[in-house]
């Protein structure tokens, strides 16, 4: 085709620090493209990057990531920095339209191509592109005859004034390093006088085999003159066998951009499935812009159809639950086994790559889960993530990175967020995958938001979203906390589950989980530290055990983590740095079965629940299941058996259980898949002392898509017990093969006396909260202290 590529991403960028104001007066923006001198002592740096990971190559700053080496790096936000490229284009491009074209500057920058100011940018998710046809050279120089100086500006420190527009970088697991850089591809392209600027396909099921995909696209007409032209669709499988399908019409297209769409009916259509509902087929949409019989242009996407749909949850009245949380993709129910993503896997731009987003996301697939939720405190993801989520069968939802502020109300503010948005959706609305785009993430979380225009705001993100696709959208999550209901939200539809890990013992996880009632759960939070190895790469040895002012640095919660192993083991496990660490992940792993499982029983009533992190953007101690440098914790085997599509389930009110008394519980299965099951072995073991105490067959049958619970369980305990007991469960065909499995470790003991404990240990934890407040440096009170 006549359309043409320069990528101008890699290494062969160089990038200055200046004082702001500096760059300009010092006529950086003027210098050529000739082989010089000014710029050989510049830091070589990647695009796409970020300030920090280049300057960290350089040896400028010591790596972000180690100790407390984030806050060392702090300076870099003070500065303008200034990146230059020199490239050459091609003698084809010649006549043509020549754009230079940005996916994405974090946050704002100016731009020069060959001395000429090309334009601002302010923004992070929205790609931008300058009109350089008279302005680039052909010259045949040493290097290139073109030079693009790109001027970062120093990025913002108020998160409240960019929220929507740029990465959080403000909160309890951040630590106040600003991250910003060209931080997506640069290309130079050039075409003819038509482009297709975009293209949008939206499907809708006629019915389980006929599939109507309306194909809009966006083409852009540069000339002056109204054109004549006709656009040819093409539908073809990309990995499934299918018909080619084509599709004409013809339009006229004024001078600028054009919309120009028309339906596609497909017919024996394979649809796109998530994972564990059916199969990952996928199409190509080719369009191609023809003018006086010519092809002048054309445009691809890959794209599944599939077609997604709400539908309110049963057993909640409409004063209890006013939105519809279920979604249905291709008219069945698509139970949200979720887990917030906690990415990108690395927080600095600049250390990310596609071989870390296939690791991680190949483990999202073998944890079980079918859904992954961006959520506001993390970007938007790149389109290699959506592509690999599409290509896995595993769902997206995807906030606007909007999150716990009070946003201004000025038009600018509102304008610029919802354009940030809106570009958010184009560059992302046609993968499959992408089934739910939310407006804010608790943004309805405390008196101030209630004052604040967060509502209005999220309302008119939500009417800019329907304009740009037919993926449902939700205002914000929770809707059900005190501050949202006070606004007028119902009692009943979205709860953060995370009230357990910070509360650090004042429930335990039995009272706490199974007295939430809501829909839906899109967060729920356990911690723990990741392996020691993981710990080494970022802890100074020094301050590895005894614990160093690193751990809280890297948002260890110590007394939140010790508490929690006491919760589950009846001992705070603090005899080795090994103790201690496996501890952690053995009782994060702990609370997600019981939590996860509490909810996934409930089904249909509730729609879905996710675990918070899957990974982490940066190595710390916290929530993630997998650490920051792709190594599972032992939480992450819990959350694989706890994710089963098919699931033996145990109910049970606690954990302890005190010598000679009868353990009882409740025996479930819960089955996500969309087909039943007849003739099933359930089996159950107790076993105390390596001893097996009590078992049981019984058989079911157990329906599609579905949770029951059939039958209970009972084992009276020695009257001599102590330690810990194992319940464990099989589902079995008819030919003695196994389907499925779980285990639980209980605790013998007294529960009351074991609550007082954890309170009394609060307690202490309290007075140190009150006395330093949330510093890292709380449980280091000698370095408040200078003799």
């Known amino acids: 085709m006549t359309r043409e590529v320069i990528e101008l991403s890699g290494c062969r960028w160089q990038m200055e620090r200046m004082r702001p104001g500096q760059g300009i007066k010092e006529g950086l923006h003027l210098l050529p493209a000739e082989y010089q001198g000014t710029h050989f002592s510049w830091n070589f740096a990647t695009v796409p990057g970020d300030v920090y990971t280049d300057l960290w190559r350089a040896n400028e700053i010591a790596d972000p990531y180690f100790g407390r080496n984030m806050h060392r790096a702090k300076w870099v936000a003070e500065y303008e920095w200034w990146y230059c490229h020199r490239f050459?284009?091609?003698?084809?491009?010649?006549?043509?339209?020549?754009?230079?074209?940005?996916?994405?500057?974090?946050?704002s920058c100016d731009v020069w191509l060959n001395g000429t100011h090309l334009g601002r940018h302010e923004g992070m998710f929205s790609a931008f592109e300058f009109d350089v046809s008279d302005v680039v050279s052909f010259e045949d120089w040493r290097g290139g005859a073109n030079m693009l100086m790109i001027k970062l500006d120093p990025p913002p420190k108020n998160y409240r004034n960019c929220g929507g527009k740029k990465v959080n970088f403000s909160g309890d697991y951040f630590s106040g390093l600003v991250p910003f850089g060209i931080w997506r591809p640069v290309r130079v392209v050039a075409s003819e006088q038509l482009k297709i600027s975009s293209i949008r396909s939206d499907v809708r099921l006629e019915n389980s085999n006929t599939a109507l995909v309306n194909a809009s696209y966006e083409v852009t007409n540069y000339s002056s003159e109204p054109k004549q032209v006709t656009l040819l669709s093409q539908l073809s499988g990309k990995n499934c066998q299918t018909e080619t399908i084509y599709q004409q019409?013809?339009?006229?297209?004024?001078?600028?951009?054009?919309?120009?769409?028309?339906?596609?009916?497909?017919?024996?259509?394979?649809?796109?499935?998530?994972?564990?509902?059916g199969q990952q087929h996928l199409y190509n949409l080719q369009v191609e812009v023809q003018l006086d019989d010519s092809s002048v242009d054309s445009c691809a996407e890959?794209?599944?159809?599939?077609?997604?749909?709400?539908?309110?949850?049963?057993?909640y009245s409409r004063e209890q639950a006013e939105f519809p949380w279920t979604f249905v993709i291709n008219g069945k129910k698509?139970?949200?086994?979720?887990?917030?993503?906690?990415?990108?896997?690395?927080?600095?731009?600049?250390?990310?790559?596609?071989?870390?987003?296939?690791?991680?996301?190949?483990?999202?697939?073998?944890?079980?889960?079918?859904?992954?939720r961006i959520f506001g405190w993390h970007p938007p993801e790149v389109p290699?993530?959506?592509?690999?989520?599409?290509?896995?069968?595993?769902?997206?939802?995807?906030?606007?990175?909007?999150?716990?502020?009070?946003?201004?109300?000025?038009?600018?503010?509102?304008?610029?967020?919802?354009?940030?948005?809106?570009?958010?959706?184009?560059?992302?609305?046609?993968?499959p995958s992408q089934i739910f785009w939310m407006g804010g993430e608790e943004v309805f979380f405390s008196g101030a938001h209630e004052e604040s225009g967060n509502k209005a705001l999220m309302e008119r993100i939500g009417e800019a979203v329907a304009d740009q696709t037919n993926v449902p959208y939700g205002l914000a999550s929770p809707l059900s906390s005190e501050s949202a209901v006070n606004m007028g939200f119902k009692p009943n539809e979205s709860i953060h589950a995370n009230e357990h890990y910070y509360q650090g013992g004042a429930e335990f996880m039995e009272e706490y989980y199974p007295a939430l009632d809501c829909a839906i759960i899109p967060e729920l939070t356990a911690a723990s530290a990741p392996s020691i190895p993981s710990l080494k790469k970022f802890i100074p040895e020094d301050e590895l055990w005894p614990m160093g002012p690193s751990w809280a640095y890297h948002w260890a919660d110590i007394d939140i983590l010790k508490n929690l192993n006491f919760e589950v083991f009846n001992d705070y496990k603090m005899g080795s740095l090994e103790e201690f660490v496996e501890a952690t992940q053995i009782a994060q792993g702990t609370?997600?079965?019981?939590?996860?499982?509490?909810?996934?029983?409930?089904?249909?009533?509730?729609?879905g629940v996710a675990i918070c992190h899957f990974i982490t953007h940066v190595p710390d101690i916290k929530w993630g299941v997998v650490d920051f440098y792709g190594e599972k914790k032992i939480s992450f085997d819990y959350l694989k058996r706890t994710y089963q599509p098919l699931l033996p389930s145990l109910q049970f009110e606690k954990r302890r259980w005190q010598a000679g008394e009868v353990f009882s519980a409740s025996l479930w299965v819960v089955n996500d898949y969309q087909h039943a099951y007849q003739q099933l072995s359930y089996e159950w073991q107790v076993v105390y002392q390596g001893q097996v105490c009590a078992s049981n067959c019984i058989n079911l049958d157990v329906l599609a898509d579905s949770s029951a619970k059939f039958s209970e369980l009972e084992w009276r305990l020695p009257n001599d017990a102590s330690g810990e007991f194992e319940v464990r469960l099989a589902l079995k065909n008819q030919q003695g093969e196994s389907l499925a499995s779980n285990a639980y470790r209980l605790l013998v003991g007294e529960q009351l006396a074991a609550k007082q404990q954890s309170l009394a240990y609060l307690a202490e934890a309290q007075a140190r909260l009150d006395k330093y407040g949330h510093s890292v440096y709380r449980y280091w009170p000698e370095m408040w202290e200078f003799k």
Not at 88 to 107: H, W
Not at 302 to 315: C, Y
Not at 342 to 371: C, H, T, W
Request: aromatic share 12%; proline share 4%.
């Open 302 to 315: 890959v794209i599944g159809l599939r077609e997604v749909s709400m539908a309110f949850n049963p057993g």
């Open 384 to 431: 290699d993530f959506y592509r690999i989520c599409d290509e896995l069968g595993i769902t997206v939802w995807t906030n606007f990175t909007l999150a716990t502020q009070a946003y201004p109300k000025d038009p600018e503010f509102i304008g610029g967020v919802l354009h940030e948005c809106i570009e958010t959706v184009k560059q992302r609305r046609n993968h």
């Open 249 to 277: 019409s013809v339009h006229q297209l004024a001078p600028g951009i054009n919309t120009c769409s028309h339906t596609i009916k497909v017919e024996d259509a394979k649809l796109w499935w998530p994972w564990d509902m």
């Open 88 to 107: 050459a284009v091609t003698e084809s491009m010649q006549g043509k339209k020549i754009v230079l074209q940005f996916e994405g500057v974090d946050y």
């Open 591 to 607: 609370v997600i079965q019981f939590a996860l499982e509490t909810y996934r029983r409930r089904k249909p009533k509730m729609s």
């Open 334 to 372: 698509h139970f949200l086994r979720s887990a917030c993503w906690g990415g990108q896997p690395s927080f600095l731009y600049g250390q990310n790559s596609l071989s870390k987003y296939e690791d991680r996301l190949a483990m999202v697939k073998q944890a079980n889960i079918n859904n992954l």
